[in-house]
C-alpha cells in the first residue's frame, strides 16, 4: 500500500509560419500546426521583465517611406481576473534572459520543493505559504503547475500580433527524450476584442525504472474591453498522465556506489556510481494515472457612469491606426476630462468543469500494497467531478475626485457538484450544492494609506457555515528618497473538508470520514525596497481541527491547535557585469505531529552578464538549491498523493545547477548541466523518500518570439 520505509536589424518577411512536430519516443505525434499570417521584424521587442503596463516597439518600416507607412507603435497588455474574477491583475510578458533556464514551473513558484526527482512529477512545496492548490479537483492537487485553470488564464491587448514557441530537450540516462514545448498566439480583431491560444506540452521520463509524466492543454481564450462592457470566454482542454515506480527499494544511497573497479589488477578500488535505470523499483508493474479535464469560463461586466459632453458615445474609431484605438481602452495620453468614468458595474461569472481521473494496473503488486478491494489484474479506477457554478455581483468604483471615497463590492455565488467513485459492484455518487454572499469594501487610489476588506460565507448548502473575513493594508514609504512598499493581510478561515477527503472507495484504499472545518488564522507581512534590491516578510498562522493524511496515507484531522512561523528574505547584489540572487526562507512550527517542513531553505545563484558584440546578451552563472533535513512526506501512487511520515530524513543536500542563457534580438536560448554536482559524493540526493534527483544531464532550450 505504501513505501516501504524499510528496506523551459531586421528579417526576411515570414508570411506562412508552420511549426509541427514533438518526437514521441517510438512514433512522431504532431504537436500543432500554426498558420500564422504576420510580417516579422526583428527588432527587439523592448519587454522589461518587471513592466506590467503596456510596452512599445516602433514597427519596421524597412523600403519604405513615411508617405507610405503609417507608424503603429507595438504594445502589449497582460493581465488575469482576480477576487473572484472582479479585478484585473497585471501579469508580466517575461522575455527576459535572466533565469530563462529555470522551465520548471514548481521552482518557479517555491525554492524548495517535495517531488518525485524529475520534472513533471507530482509534487508538494516545502515552504508552507508557497503551496497552492487552486484546483477544485481534489486529486489534481499535486499537479497544480502543470495544469490551467480559469484564475489563471491571461488575457491580452495588442496592437500587433504576437506569437511565441518555446521548446526544451535533454537526453536522460536511459536516452529517452525530454520534450518541453509551448505555443502562443494572441491578437486584437480591432481596437477592443482580442483573441488568441496557448497550447503546453511536457513529456518527461523519469530516469528511474517505470517514471514518466506526460502534461498536455490547450487553451484558446477571447476577451473585449469596451467603455461601458468587459467581456471574457476561456476553454481549457488537458490532460495530465503519471507513470509510477512506487520509488527504488534502497531508501540510503547503498545501491548507487557499491559496484567497485579495479585499477590495473591492483587493491586500488574506486567507488563506481550505478545508472539510475539499474536500480531496482518498489513496484515491479508501473501504475498509470491519468486526469483529463475540461473547463469552461465567461464573464460579463456592464458599466455604468457619466459620459462628458465633449465624448461622443458609440463613435466608430479607425481600426488601422491602432494607437489610438488603445487610447480609448486605457486612455493611453488621452485628456481624462474626454474618457468615460465608470460609477457601478453589474458583472455575471459562469464556470463549467468536468474532471476524470484514472488509475490503470495492469497486474497489481501484491507486495506493495497491503490490501486489494476489486481486482487483482486489467483494473481501472475512475472518479468523476462536475462542477457549475455563476456568481453575480454588483460593484461601485471609487469617486478619484472625492478624497474620501472607497470601493463597494457585493456578491451572490451559486454552485452544484457531482462526484462518483467506483464500488466493487457499481458506483456512488454524491451531489450537492452550496449558495455563498459576501462584500468588498477596498481603497486603491490614495496617496496615504490603501486597504481592502472581504467577507464572503456559505449560506445554504453541504458546506453551510464555511467562513472568510479577510483584510490588508499596502502603504508607501519613501526613505533616503526611495519609494518602499509595505503590505500587511490576514484572515480567518472556516473551510469544510473536501468531497473526496469523507467519502473515497478505490482497489486500495477505502474511507468514510465525517470531519469538523479547519480553522486558520493567518497574518502576512511584506517589505520591499526596490532601491537595494531587498524584500523581506513574516507570516504566521494558527491552525485548529487541521486536515492531513496520515500515515496509512488516508486522510485525517488534528484535534488540536498548532502554530507557525515563517520569515524570508530576498537580496540580489550587483557589481558590475556580476550578479548574485538570494532567497531565503526560515519556517518553525510548535508541534510536527501532523506538518513537516525544514527549518531552512535557501536559494542561492550568481552569474555573469554580458554583451558580446554589443548585440547578444549573454549570462554565464551556478545556483544552488538547499533545504535542511527534515521528514518529508512519502507519495502515494495509487491516490496521487503525500502522506505523513516519522521514519526517513531528507535534504541537507545542494542541488547544483550550471547554465547559460543567450538573447540575440527576439530568439532566447539556455543550455543547462542539470544536478551537475551528482558525480561527486555530496551526501543523499533524495527529494522524497525513495525518489532521488535525477542524476547529472543537459538540457536545452530556446524561446522564439514574432512580433509585428
Known sequence: MRLNLGSISRSVPVHHLLFIFASMRSTI???????????????????????????????????????????????????????????????????????????????????????????????????????????????????????????????????????????????????????????????????????????????????????????????????????????????????????????????????????????????????????????????????????????????????????????????????????????????????????????????????FENHKRSVFERTVDQFFFDTTYMKTSNHTDSVFFRRFSHLLQIKAFENEEKRYTFAKRAFIENEWVRVQHPLPDGWRSYAYSNVYAGGELKRTGSDFLNWNVLARFALVGRNLGDAMIKGGIQKELVIFSDTTHLQVEGWYRDQSADIFQEHFYGNHFQWENSFKKQHDVVIRGEYAWPGIKAKAGVNYSLFSNFLYHNELAQPDQYDGEFSLLSAWINKDFQLGRFGWSNKVVWQGLSTDAVLHLPALSIYTGIYYSHYLFKVMQIQLGAEIYYHSRFYADVYEPSTTSFYLQHEILTGGYPLINLYANAKLKRTTAFAQLYHANSVVEMGEFFSAPGYPFDQMAFRFGFSWTFYD
Open 29 to 351: 505525434v504532431v504537436i500543432i500546426y500554426l498558420f500564422l499570417a504576420v510580417s516579422v521584424s526583428a527588432q527587439d521587442l523592448g519587454l522589461n521583465r518587471n513592466q506590467n503596463q503596456m510596452v512599445n516597439v516602433a514597427a519596421d518600416t524597412t523600403g519604405k517611406s513615411k508617405s507610405d507607412v503609417q507608424q503603429v507603435a507595438s504594445r502589449i497588455e497582460a493581465w488575469t481576473l482576480g477576487d473572484q474574477y472582479s479585478r484585473k491583475i497585471s501579469a508580466v510578458v517575461d522575455t527576459a534572459t535572466l533565469g530563462f533556464h529555470n522551465y520548471n514551473p514548481i521552482y518557479r513558484q517555491s525554492i524548495s520543493n517535495t517531488h518525485l526527482g524529475y520534472v513533471g512529477s507530482p509534487y508538494l512545496s516545502n515552504i508552507y505559504f508557497d503551496r497552492t492548490h487552486d484546483t477544485r479537483f481534489y486529486f489534481m492537487r499535486y499537479s497544480n503547475a502543470f495544469s490551467r485553470t480559469p484564475e489563471k488564464v491571461e488575457y491580452f491587448n495588442t496592437t500587433t500580433p504576437f506569437a511565441n514557441l518555446y521548446y526544451v530537450q535533454g537526453k536522460q540516462a536511459t536516452q529517452k527524450t525530454h520534450q518541453v514545448f509551448k505555443a502562443f498566439y494572441t491578437q486584437n480583431i480591432d481596437s477592443v476584442t482580442n483573441f488568441g491560444f496557448r497550447f503546453n506540452v511536457f513529456r518527461t521520463p523519469g530516469q528511474y525504472q517505470l517514471q514518466e509524466a506526460r502534461h498536455r492543454f490547450l487553451n484558446v481564450f477571447a476577451s473585449r474591453n469596451a467603455p461601458r462592457l468587459n467581456s471574457y470566454f476561456s476553454v481549457v482542454n488537458g490532460t495530465n498522465l503519471i507513470n509510477e515506480n512506487g520509488g527504488i527499494t534502497d531508501t540510503t544511497m547503498n545501491r548507487f556506489v557499491n559496484n567497485f573497479i579495479n585499477l590495473n589488477y591492483t587493491r586500488i578500488r574506486i567507488p563506481v556510481r550505478k545508472a539510475a535505470y539499474e536500480l531496482p523499483v518498489q513496484l515491479r508493474n508501473q501504475v498509470e494515472t491519468s486526469n483529463k479535464s475540461f473547463s469552461m469560463f465567461t464573464s460579463h461586466e456592464y458599466l455604468l457612469g457619466k459620459l462628458p459632453k465633449e465624448f461622443k458615445a458609440e463613435e466608430p474609431l479607425n481600426d488601422s491606426i491602432v494607437v489610438e484605438s488603445l487610447q480609448n481602452i486605457r486612455n493611453i495620453d488621452a485628456p481624462s476630462e474626454l474618457a468615460f468614468v465608470p460609477k457601478y458595474s453589474i458583472q455575471y461569472n459562469a464556470e
